[in-house]
């Protein structure tokens, strides 16, 4: 292995293995990566180990790309080592940029989620209900396991983050461009989400097919109506994240006929990616009378799942109020 | 904390043109009430972005008001329409997150209508104040 060339790291946390596949899916151009940098730690893909890694100087790793949310001590306990290991830590993908998906477990808590889990799900079969326990003697030997959270962090929440790869997963050529500006030190200001400052809508095809006002009488989920493939989804009454979300995801959802589920997160002007949308949305309804707005409400099955499906731990809230979980 | 009893912390969003006028002569009018709402004078219900609504909760409010002009007096035509639609889906969401729906509320308040701020004000307090502090606190999505 050449020492000149710089050294990258790719670590997976509380994700399901997409991230890591967008990095697969560079196909050819991930070539072009591997013969400009040494890929020093890649658990999914290579067999370096955590001893490996504690074994390298503070800061010789030139960039790590972690994705996932933080669930676990394990978790934060390797988002931290890499941090000290690296001159750059990138948030790579929705989970470890906002919360993503395993972000929506902030709805419940620890005790919750393992009951549910490990005791009433129809599937489960457990009569003496075991669960994962942090520590468990077994033949006079102790057995650990990692502390699992009651809330779900995304990474900029237990490490210093320096940029952010949105998307659930990211497209190829935002990594693409990410690499090749760490590689030519051609990089944004610090905090920077890697993909244009603007909302999906400003580069949807489907812009042009939205009225002067844009109203809404009826919420229909995507199952209930024939999607016209060229019209707005909101002109249709369904629901799309377009408005409250950032664009650069080359609108793979929109082109496969379905709404924007917001995994790019907010713009940079934007606090709450949720409270913005349900902002916007509660605008377009078109009725000043109190029953026709119950109405709409209530086919509104479920507001927080909805707005917030990427982003909850990053939101206000962050979380359901513990007190409230029974 | 008055003789130990728990005193709410509620944050008060009015609008410019009524309920912020309603306050003002609730307060020349020397009419007595609660004085737990911090207001914060906006120039419309419709300017409350919901955005306010949670960080006013996350940074300690145990109860969020927004008062408005009535129906149809609205100075802006709509706002206070629009503040209305907001406040029934964010009550729906709020009570996903935990927090009950009597803590947010909105109340429609004209210039005149000192007395009825008053009321407003004692009643929300009460309410409060049986339900309890919010305790969500501004380290919700810290580290635990």
Known sequence: ?326 | MSNGQFEPRLVGFLCNWCSYTGADLAGTARMIYAPNVRIIRVMCSGRVDPQFVLKAFKEGADGVLISGCHPGDCHYQEGNYKALRRYKLLSKMLEQFGIEKERFRLEWVSAAEGIKFQAVCNEFTEQIRKLGPLNIGPNGGKHE
Request: proline share 6%.
């Open chain 1, 1 to 326: 292995m050449s020492s000149a060339k710089p050294k990258v790291a790719f670590y997976w946390c509380a994700s399901c293995g997409g991230c890591e596949e967008s990095i697969v899916d560079l196909a050819e151009d991930i070539l072009k990566v591997v013969a400009a940098v040494d890929i020093v730690f890649w658990p999914v893909a290579l067999d370096f180990k955590k001893k490996d890694v504690e074994a390298m100087a503070d800061g010789s790793i030139a960039v790590s790309f972690i994705n996932g949310a933080v669930r676990l001590s394990e978790q934060e306990e390797m988002a931290k080592l890499l941090r000290r290991k690296s001159q750059l830590v990138v948030a790579h993908g929705s989970c470890s940029h906002l919360g993503g998906i395993p972000g929506l477990g902030n709805f419940w808590n620890k005790e919750t989620i393992f009951r549910r889990a490990y005791e009433t799900t129809p599937s489960t079969d457990n009569p003496k209900k075991v669960v994962p326990l942090e520590k468990t003697v077994v033949d006079g030997k102790e057995l650990t396991l990692p502390r699992f959270y009651d809330t779900v962090y995304a990474l900029d929440q237990v490490i210093d983050v320096d940029y952010y790869l949105p998307g659930c997963a990211p497209p190829r050529d935002l990594i693409l461009n990410a690499v090749s500006a760490i590689l030519e030190g051609k990089l944004p200001p610090k905090g920077a989400v890697l993909s244009p400052n603007k909302s999906l809508c400003d580069d949807c095809d489907r812009n042009e097919s939205k009225p002067d006002k844009l109203t809404i009488k009826e919420i229909k989920r995507p199952w209930e109506v024939m999607l016209d493939p060229e019209k707005c989804f909101l002109a249709q009454g369904v629901i799309c994240m377009g408005p409250a979300t950032r664009t650069g995801c080359g609108e793979r959802c929109i082109e496969a006929n379905m709404p924007c589920r917001g995994c790019f997160g907010p713009t940079d002007q934007v606090y709450d990616q949720g409270a913005k949308f349900l902002s916007a949305l509660a605008s377009i309804m078109e009725t000043k009378d109190e029953k026709e707005m119950d109405k709409i409400v209530q086919s509104i099955v479920d507001p927080a799942g909805t707005f917030y499906r990427f982003s909850l731990p990053t939101s206000i809230l962050a979380r359901k109020r513990m007190e409230a979980i029974k």
